[in-house]
Antibody, heavy 114, light 112 residues
Framework: QVNLLQSGAALVKPGASVKLSCKASGYTFTDYYIHWVKQSHGKSLEWIGYINPNSGYTNYNEKFKSKATLTVDKSTNTAYMELSRLTSEDSATYYC???????WGQGVMVTVSS | DIVMTQAPLSVSVTPGESASISCRSSKSLLHSNGITYVYWYLQKPGKSPQLLIYRMSNLASGVPDRFSGSGSETDFTLKISRVEAEDVGIYYCGQLLENPYTFGAGTKLELK
């Protein structure tokens, strides 16, 4: 069965960066795009962008273009999202999800605090 | 960006009764290929969102047929027949037609 396993919660200082991981299993990793979605506490969902694991092509929400960088490691079936220059506005739960947003990781909470 | 507007923001339902949630998009979600790119998700308390309906009216794998989706190019409805305790949570509509994908504010379903 499709499984997307995300890295654990992160506590990071303002101005720092964090790299989140999403390890895929149960399907051919390169056959489906990986999307990332942000959910601030008690809020709705915001789509960050996606990456094509086969080609590395990325497509970002303009709002997150200077905030998020999506990459993959095909050798380990893992997708990554690096968030840079973190502020309190970046404190949220981040999900990875497969094409069509049909399968979701368990989410990872990022807290930005000094 | 396409704005997705849901109503109501919360609904209280007696178990066994039906519930309907509406969603309106600021732009037609009908692609030239004939597919309408509206999706419905349920986020149960403390869990990740789960896909219920894709492309307006298609039931996702494993989802009970008590759930159904319908609509036009800009107005959509999720109907839940015979609501059960496991249906409690926040329902989101979303459009996957164009960048950026966008979602409604969510509708919280509670039991009476």
């Amino acid at each position: 069965q499709v499984n997307l396993l995300q890295s654990g919660a992160a506590l990071v200082k303002p101005g720092a960066s964090v790299k989140l991981s999403c390890k895929a299993s149960g399907y051919t990793f390169t056959d489906y795009y990986i999307h990332w979605v942000k959910q601030s506490h008690g809020k709705s969902l915001e789509w960050i962008g996606y990456i094509n694991p086969n080609s590395g092509y990325t497509n970002y929400n303009e709002k997150f273009k200077s905030k998020a960088t999506l990459t993959v490691d095909k050798s380990t079936n893992t997708a990554y999202m690096e968030l840079s220059r973190l502020t309190s506005e970046d404190s949220a739960t981040y999900y990875c999800t497969r094409s069509g947003l049909a399968h979701w990781g368990q989410g990872v909470m990022v807290t930005v605090s000094s | 960006d396409i704005v997705m507007t849901q109503a109501p923001l919360s609904v209280s339902v007696t178990p066994g009764e039906s519930a309907s949630i509406s969603c309106r998009s600021s732009k037609s979600l009908l692609h030239s290929n004939g597919i309408t790119y509206v999706y419905w998700y349920l986020q149960k308390p403390g869990k990740s969102p789960q896909l219920l309906i894709y492309r307006m009216s298609n039931l996702a794998s494993g989802v009970p047929d008590r759930f159904s989706g319908s609509g036009s190019e800009t107005d959509f409805t999720l109907k839940i027949s015979r609501v059960e305790a496991e249906d409690v949570g926040i329902y989101y509509c979303g459009q996957l037609l164009e960048n950026p994908y966008t979602f409604g504010a969510g509708t919280k379903l509670e039991l009476k």
